[in-house]
């Protein structure tokens, strides 16, 4: 009988050169196998969005910010590739160290005396050093200076966590030293909204216990969140969704369709199409380890298909570099879409269909 490999491409001994292209580098890996062919079908879906007009959000778990990957973030903004963002509150925080010039270093290896650590004022995330005093504290003084020296704005009404986020960057973009730096500050800057993924878990809402207790009260809402950003998804004619790591940005990001279709009555499908890189294994059963598949169950996606849902089993500082350069090598740079000023427009037309 014939085989039902016949039509498949032959796998073929792909040599290097020195010199390479980016673009090359990504066609040889894809003429490869396991991962490194997700990767290059990932790439390809990403051009895909880019080039085909998605509205392209990006979801950020994880602590890559505070480990430096805030440029590549930055470069896929500046690109226009990116439109809005779901990170955790965490990492909106660290990523102000760097537009301040606080202290964040490489401390190598994996073996550290972590009582030791504590005695000597250091903190951690895994191979990431962070400094107590120097670095967290001198960040909560700079987050509450801002909500005191904003509060007008701030305490007009109850504010979405991108609001917050909006006035947080284009302050940074006015008072740091370094806002070439802060990812938050250049997206406030096109017009990119940045939502998190939680109101509570994390130094920012921590830092507003103080502010509230200062006299200086914030009201952050979960509701204005969910529904500013189910109508984004609702006025763009195609969305894509990059997600690095899983969690709370993912979920957030997904469940834009079920916030339309089962809670609001809205006729919507899901999401076009949608890259995750992550490690999370499924039998687990977490947020972090639901499939593209298990997805579209639940109206997050439109469909099933190889063509429009890749998943990337890698941890994502290593193939998120790789991504970027061939993003930035083979797409034309975007017009920023700036959501953030259509924001009203957008929320309007979903209320007027309710």
Same mark, same amino acid.
């Given at each position: 009988?014939k085989s039902l490999?016949s039509?498949?491409p032959d796998?073929?001994?792909?040599r290097?050169h020195?010199?390479?292209?980016?673009?090359?580098?990504?066609?040889?890996?894809?003429k490869?196998s396991?991962?490194?062919?997700?990767?290059?079908?990932?790439a390809e879906?990403?051009? $895909?969005?880019i080039?085909?007009g998605d509205?392209?959000?990006?979801g950020?778990a994880?602590?890559g910010?505070?480990?430096g990957?805030?440029?590549q973030v930055?470069?896929?903004?500046?690109a226009?590739?990116v439109?809005?963002?779901?990170?955790t509150g965490?990492?909106?925080y660290h990523?102000?160290h760097?537009?301040?010039?606080?202290?964040v270093?490489a401390?190598?290896g994996?073996?550290f005396?972590?009582?030791l +650590?504590r005695?000597?004022?250091d903190?951690?995330i895994?191979?990431i050093?962070?400094?107590? $005093?120097?670095?967290l504290e001198?960040?909560d @003084?700079i987050?509450?200076?801002?909500?005191?020296?904003?509060y007008e704005?701030? $305490?007009?009404?109850e504010?979405?966590s991108?609001?917050f986020?909006?006035?947080l960057?284009?302050?940074v973009?006015?008072?740091?030293p370094?806002?070439d730096?802060?990812?938050?500050a250049a997206a406030?800057?096109?017009g990119?909204p940045?939502f998190?993924?939680?109101?509570?878990n994390h130094s920012i809402a921590?830092?507003l216990? $103080?502010t509230d207790?200062?006299g200086?009260p914030?009201?952050?809402s979960?509701?204005?969140?969910?529904f500013?950003?189910?109508?984004i998804?609702?006025?763009s004619?195609?969305s894509?969704?990059f997600?690095?790591?899983?969690?709370?940005?993912?979920?957030f990001?997904?469940?834009?369709?079920? @916030?339309?279709?089962?809670?609001?009555?809205?006729?919507?499908?899901?999401?076009?199409?949608?890259v995750?890189?992550?490690?999370?294994?499924?039998r &687990?059963g977490s947020?972090s380890s639901?499939?593209?598949?298990?997805?579209v @169950?639940?109206?997050k996606?439109s469909?099933v298909s190889? &063509?429009?849902?890749?998943?990337?089993?890698?941890?994502y500082?290593?193939?998120?570099?790789? +991504?970027?350069?061939? +993003?930035?090598?083979?797409?034309?740079d975007?017009?920023?879409?700036?959501?953030?000023?259509?924001?009203?427009?957008?929320?309007k037309l979903?209320?007027d269909?309710?």
């Open positions: 009988m490999y039509e498949a796998i073929q001994p792909q290097m020195a010199g390479m292209s980016v673009p090359e580098l990504m066609d040889m890996i894809g490869t396991f991962e490194a062919r997700n990767l290059y079908r990932g879906l990403l051009r $895909k969005m080039d085909g509205t392209v959000w990006l950020i994880g602590a910010i505070a480990g990957m805030g440029g930055i470069t896929l903004i500046e226009g590739y439109d809005v963002i779901c990170s965490a990492q909106v990523d102000l760097f537009a301040f010039d606080l202290p270093k401390i190598g994996r073996h005396d972590d009582n +650590l005695k000597h004022g903190t951690r895994y191979d050093g962070i400094r107590e $005093k120097e670095t001198a960040q @003084t987050l509450q200076q801002f909500v005191v020296n904003e704005e701030l $305490k007009e009404r504010l979405s991108w609001e986020t909006y006035l960057g284009n302050w973009e006015r008072n740091a370094f806002p730096r802060s990812f938050v406030a800057k096109l990119v940045v998190w993924d939680s109101l509570a921590m830092n216990v $103080k207790n200062d200086y914030v009201r952050l979960a509701q204005r969140d969910i500013h950003s189910a109508a998804v609702y006025c004619p195609a894509g969704f997600l690095l790591g899983g969690g709370g940005p993912k979920n990001i997904q469940q834009t369709g079920p @916030t339309l279709h089962q809670i609001l009555s809205v006729d919507y499908e899901g999401a076009d199409r949608g995750q890189i992550g490690t999370a294994v499924e &687990e947020l639901c499939t593209f598949s298990e997805a @169950t639940w109206g996606y469909e190889d &063509e429009t849902l890749v998943h990337i089993w890698a941890e500082s290593l193939v998120v570099p790789l +991504l970027t350069a061939y +993003l930035c090598d083979v797409c034309m975007r017009k920023p879409k700036k959501i953030a000023g259509l924001m009203p427009h957008h929320v979903l209320e269909l309710l």
